[in-house]
């Protein structure tokens, strides 16, 4: 598959700190990157290199736009900064107008696009408000537009979810998916990744500045043989022959209802015929494991610690 | 992933376009463009109104002439003038009475005496009521013509005698007289920079330390380079900036207009150009010097403190401009001349008092330029590398930042 970018080898240090270590990874064409990883793990770091607007110590970053190889070409990315603001004192519309003239757009276009866009989020009766005038909720969103206004081929967003209320956070991630549809490639940055795994294709796992883990996320899932097993049975049916299972590690019990880890390799399916075979079953889910799961026993196996307090 | 100096023009009048529209709708500007000049406006009328009115004010005055030759002649010679001048034939007391009363401003007693030492005073209820410059000229004119004629000269030979001595510089390889305008446009101009870079550049600084502020500063730099969105700032700053210095100079030769011939003054392009030339591109370099500034603070308060400091830089020379007026040419002026923060200032002044040498403009053009473009390429790395941390950024960091690649 085409590769949109690829960077190799990236290295970033501030006086003497090293911000991010000697990371690779790429994003394919068509598909959405998660790029994951807790509070200060060098995600924004990553991304204000690749949109060129920090240079690193060490590494080449290549893009691929239109089919041919280049250097960064600032009008066919869109970016969304952590640190979000637009011009406080000027209205919505000619604040985006303006954002998207400096992405190359004629002034009519940016016009007309941005009044789509507004409609589109449901802001268009703000268009004409100064944007301090906005809650936080609105200015995310107009902030999203001033990204992706100008259509471009790749899109960076630089947690897009953060500090956004449940309904904000699934309108965003319906709109990531549409641009998806539309053939746009995205990358972006999140430390919630129960939110983000609905919607990646493939994963790059980050923890101070070093790279845990990254590849496809459905195959990462499957190659982690382990399941998350919720069961609801009749009360009076005894489910001891679950605690002599070595491969079981029981979480939580109660009175007609188990949850447990199995770690089965491939024996998920007899597991479930036993439970069936020797339960009178209401309920059972199985389930790979969360990403966040994961990051932490790959950050674990490589004998480092991870900050829970930075995934908040 | 080198950043190059390169600059897109097209991006750079793109921000230029932006900051004048959003800065020519600011309170601080329209206050400054237009309260100014309506100050200009309203002391020139309060100069025009004082002078109506001290015309209008009739001042009554009584004398007694004890010589028989003065009164007549004074009277003949205030005719027409805002001096109501009776002659009193009473005695001294009747008159100093009547002028209590009210009935005159004031009385001049004129004797044989007080003629030949010429000295005179006006006696008077309120003195507030008196003018005596008013009636100097007309007693000193009728006093000088009548101890002339003494003399025994004629009428003709007084009016040679009195006739008004002009003196006037020629310079030597002009026929024209010496233009007045030589001198004034670039002190002038040398005093409209200092209110530009003060006003327009403090908004310059407080824009740059906003956009750090808002965090609006990494989206622009994901779509233009640092150096394209300085660049541009500073031109629609400077565009600001010549719409103030239009503003307020119409105003200002609107009001001198009521008091000046500019003909006299022997205005010519020739005169105007080079120092509106050293006007124009003193302005961008201070203005880059600000934005360079502003780039390395966190606050406004932050800013307006130190540019205060750094205003008095550039400006020293305006402390200095005796000794550089009378010594334009002396070596350590002519390096100072070519210094950056005190070019504009330095030039101006010397431009007011001789003729800089066509070689001496081009090098002050080529350092003037040199200057621009470093402070702007100074701060827009400062501005680059200012958006990881929006904190106020020391000499430390600087040193670093223009060391490093950043």
Not at chain 1, 34 to 57: E, H, Q, V
Not at chain 1, 133 to 139: F, H, N, Y
Request: with cysteine; glycine share 8%.
């Amino acid at each position: 598959m085409e590769e949109i970018l690829q960077v190799e080898n990236l290295s970033k240090s501030f006086g003497g700190k090293i911000a991010v270590d000697n990371i690779s990874f790429s994003v394919p064409r068509g598909q959405i990157l998660g790029f994951l990883g807790p509070n200060g793990a060098g995600k924004t770091t990553s991304l204000r290199i690749i949109m060129g607007i920090l240079n690193p110590d060490k590494g080449d970053i290549f893009f691929n736009f239109n089919g041919k190889p280049s250097s960064l070409d600032k009008t066919k990315v869109g970016y969304l900064p952590e640190e979000k603001g637009l011009y406080e004192e000027a209205k919505v519309l000619p604040n985006l107008i303006y954002i998207g003239q400096l992405k190359g757009m004629k002034k009519n276009s940016a016009r007309q696009k941005a009044q789509k866009w507004l409609e589109r989020v449901g802001l268009e009766e703000y268009a004409n408000q100064k944007f301090d005038k906005l809650s936080r909720g609105m200015k995310q969103k107009v902030q999203f537009i001033a990204s992706v206004l100008h259509d471009p081929e790749f899109l960076v967003l630089d947690e897009p979810f953060a500090g956004l209320d449940p309904v904000n956070q699934n309108f965003f991630m319906q709109v990531v998916r549409e641009l998806q549809e539309q053939g746009k490639t995205i990358l972006f940055s999140a430390h919630q990744m129960n939110l983000v795994e609905e919607i990646c294709d493939s994963i790059f796992l980050i923890n101070k500045g070093k790279q845990i883990l990254s590849g496809n996320l459905k195959e990462i899932k499957e190659s982690y043989k382990e399941y998350n097993v919720n069961i609801y049975f009749n009360p009076e049916n005894d489910p001891s022959f679950l605690l002599d299972n070595p491969d079981i590690q029981i979480n939580k019990k109660n009175i007609g209802y188990l949850n447990f880890t199995f770690q089965g390799d491939n024996k998920i399916n007899k597991l479930i015929d036993q439970i069936t075979a020797n339960l009178d079953l209401k309920e059972i889910q199985a389930s790979p494991p969360p990403l966040h799961d994961i990051f932490i026993n790959a950050v674990q196996e490589r004998g480092e610690e991870v900050d829970e307090n930075q995934f908040a | 992933m080198k950043k190059s100096m390169k600059i897109s023009l097209p991006n750079a009048k793109k921000v230029a376009k932006w900051e004048f529209t959003k800065g020519i709708r600011t309170p601080m500007f329209l206050v400054l463009t237009f309260v100014i000049p309506l100050l200009i406006l309203g002391i020139g009328s309060l100069e025009f109104i004082t002078q109506e009115f001290r015309q209008a004010q009739t001042m009554e005055l009584a004398l007694i002439d004890n010589t028989g030759e003065i009164g007549p002649r004074l009277l003949e010679q205030t005719e027409n003038t805002n001096i109501q001048l009776e002659i009193f034939t009473g005695s001294q007391e009747e008159l100093k009475q009547k002028t209590l009363n009210g009935a005159y401003d004031g009385f001049l007693i004129i004797t044989p005496e007080n003629l030949r030492e010429g000295h005179f005073q006006i006696f008077s209820g309120d003195p507030r009521n008196i003018a005596p410059a008013q009636i100097r000229p007309h007693l000193e004119k009728v006093i000088t013509e009548f101890r002339l004629e003494s003399l025994g000269l004629v009428k003709e030979e007084i009016s040679s005698a009195t006739r008004p001595v002009s003196l006037g510089v020629q310079a030597l390889e002009e026929e024209a007289p010496f233009a007045i305008a030589r001198f004034l446009v670039p002190i002038a101009l040398g005093m409209i920079l200092l209110l530009s870079v003060i006003f327009s550049g403090q908004m310059l600084m407080y824009g740059v330390i906003k956009e750090k502020r808002n965090r609006v500063v990494e989206i622009l730099l994901s779509s233009i380079s640092s150096f394209d969105l300085l660049t541009g700032k500073i031109m629609g700053y400077g565009l600001l900036s010549l719409l103030q210095v239009g503003i307020w100079t119409t105003a200002g030769l609107l009001t001198a207009s009521r008091f000046v011939n500019f003909q006299d003054l022997g205005l010519s392009l020739e005169i105007i150009l080079p120092p509106f030339i050293i006007f124009l591109l003193g302005y961008i370099m201070l203005a880059s010097l600000f934005a360079a500034l502003g780039a390395t603070m966190k606050e406004a308060e932050e800013g307006s403190q130190a540019q205060g400091l750094i205003i008095l830089i550039p400006m020293i020379p305006l402390f200095l401009s005796g000794l550089l007026i009378t010594a334009p040419n002396a070596l350590w002026v002519r390096i100072f001349t070519h210094i950056p923060p005190f070019i504009p200032a330095m030039a101006l002044l010397r431009m007011g008092a001789t003729t800089l040498p066509w070689w001496e403009m081009g090098t002050i053009v080529l350092a003037l330029l040199f200057s621009i473009v470093l402070f702007i390429y100074i701060g827009s790395r400062i501005f680059s590398r200012g958006i990881l941390q929006y904190e106020a950024i020391g000499f430390k960091d600087l040193s670093k930042i223009l060391r490093k690649k950043y």
